[in-house]
């Protein structure tokens, strides 16, 4: 057990290492549009003016729940805007604790998972990499299939998080291997099928 929650932990610091490099450095300019300092300035100006009476949650411009939203809708421009009426450092101490800790108890879970599936590395490193890539299409992916997301930031969030969660798993993996490897290797006193 010990060796499982030893490679969560390092797996868990792996991922977020691998969430700072792609989002963190100027890396992170590759998923994202800009929008010039006048239209910006008028955007923030826009939401503040519309969207603070209802105040910070995700809103779908324009809403298709009424039969004018509707028509508005179908001939765009839409968007959903993830909207907060408070400001907060770019550079967020605060989220930065909370995305460690994350980080932590995901490669916890990732880790307990691996250690109920089987005690052969290979096997434990075949899942990680399919429960990666299951999770980054379902969760990300499918934003853009079914949202009409922008490809671009859905593919760069897609990849970050397929690798940081493979990191996780193969790390887990790797520390976990050892004396459980060792009795199912063929010598040992087991049939191996």
Do not use: C
Not at 54 to 61: A, M
């Amino acid at each position: 057990m010990i060796k499982t929650i030893l490679g969560g932990l390092i797996g868990g610091v792996a991922m977020y290492l691998v969430g700072f490099i792609f989002w963190g450095t100027p890396l992170s300019a590759l998923a994202f549009h800009r929008a010039d300092a006048g239209a910006s300035g008028a955007l923030q100006a826009a939401m503040a003016q519309t969207l603070t009476p209802s105040g910070t949650g995700v809103y779908v411009i324009p809403d298709p729940a009424t039969a004018q939203g509707t028509v508005l809708y179908g001939k765009g421009p839409v968007a959903m805007v993830f909207y907060n009426n408070s400001g907060f450092p770019v550079t967020d101490p605060g989220a930065l604790i909370g995305g460690l800790m994350l980080a932590l108890v995901v490669g916890l879970l990732i880790a307990l998972m691996l250690r109920f599936v089987s005690s052969d590395f290979g096997v434990r490193a075949r899942l990680s990499i399919m429960f990666a890539l299951v999770a980054v299409l379902w969760l990300h992916v499918g934003q853009a299939v079914f949202n009409h997301a922008p490809w671009g930031y859905i593919l760069y969030l897609a990849f970050s998080d397929f690798i940081a969660l493979t990191a996780a798993g193969l790390i887990a993996a790797k520390l976990m291997e050892g004396r459980n490897a060792s009795a199912s290797q063929p010598g040992n006193g087991q049939t191996m099928h």
